[in-house]
């Protein structure tokens, strides 16, 4: 089997995502066939969703002003599974703590941005996750926080502050699991 995986390609990690998700679906004996998004018309056609992360203004404006944001929307309402990482996180959030992103509201969570500092104040930390066997080795880079969960799962806590979530086909992380080259969140987000 086939599945249809859309990047959101308007900024961060898109190769690096394409490979995780490769990967998880390999592990499950089906082929990807990736797809960069950077406009509307291309969500509707993918079975799975990766929003990476970057900057979450930009990524939020952009995806306003390029007609995917309601796509994406879209595809959470109908039960399709979604990734979303970093800033992606953010913009899929209720809540961004920030005025200027105009968050998807697909994710029922309060966040904070770089709330774990500036880009030297990035880390790497091993993560007991909800739903793997083995700790998960995240990269944090100048990463959110979830102050506050409404109807999500945590997942993963770091320091006593979640930083994995799901709220139901959507999961959200702090941290950046493609840049690991460990799937198994990727893995979480589409296949269990």
């Given at each position: 089997?086939?599945?249809?995986?859309?990047?959101?390609?308007?900024?961060?990690?898109?190769?690096?995502?394409?490979?995780?998700?490769?990967?998880a679906?390999?592990?499950?004996?089906?082929?990807?066939?990736?797809?960069?998004i950077?406009?509307?018309?291309?969500?509707?056609?993918?079975?799975?969703?990766?929003?990476?992360?970057?900057?979450?203004?930009?990524?939020?404006?952009?995806?306003?002003?390029e007609g995917?944001?309601?796509?994406?929307?879209?595809?959470?309402?109908?039960?399709?599974?979604?990734?979303?990482?970093?800033?992606?996180?953010?913009?899929?959030?209720?809540d961004?703590?920030?005025d200027?992103?105009?968050?998807l509201?697909?994710?029922?969570?309060?966040?904070e941005?770089?709330?774990?500092?500036?880009?030297?104040?990035?880390?790497?930390?091993?993560?007991?996750?909800?739903?793997?066997?083995?700790?998960?080795?995240?990269?944090?880079?100048?990463?959110?926080?979830i102050?506050?969960v409404?109807?999500?799962?945590?997942?993963?806590?770091?320091?006593?502050?979640?930083?994995?979530?799901?709220?139901?086909?959507?999961?959200?992380?702090?941290?950046?699991?493609?840049?690991?080259g460990?799937?198994?969140?990727?893995?979480?987000?589409?296949?269990?």
């Open positions: 089997m086939t599945i249809t995986a859309g990047v959101i390609a308007v900024q961060g990690d898109v190769s690096e995502h394409a490979t995780a998700v490769e990967a679906a390999a592990a499950h004996d089906q082929t990807t066939e990736i797809v960069e950077r406009d509307s018309g291309r969500v509707p056609d993918c079975d799975v969703l990766l929003v990476p992360g970057g900057e979450s203004t930009t990524i939020s404006r952009l995806l306003a002003e995917i944001a309601p796509e994406i929307r879209d595809h959470v309402a109908a039960g399709k599974p979604m990734l979303a990482t970093c800033a992606g996180l953010i913009v899929a959030a209720r961004a703590g920030d200027r992103v105009e968050t509201d697909v994710l029922d969570v309060a966040v941005r770089n709330a774990f500092g500036r880009q030297k104040d990035s880390f790497e930390a091993p993560l007991d996750v909800d739903g793997l066997d083995d700790p998960f080795h995240a990269v944090f880079i100048r990463a959110p926080v102050e506050e409404g109807d999500a799962d945590v997942l993963a806590t770091w320091e006593g502050r979640p930083v994995a979530v799901r709220d139901g086909p959507v999961v959200g992380t702090a941290f950046h699991p493609e840049l690991t460990d799937h198994r969140i990727h893995d979480l987000a589409f296949f269990e």
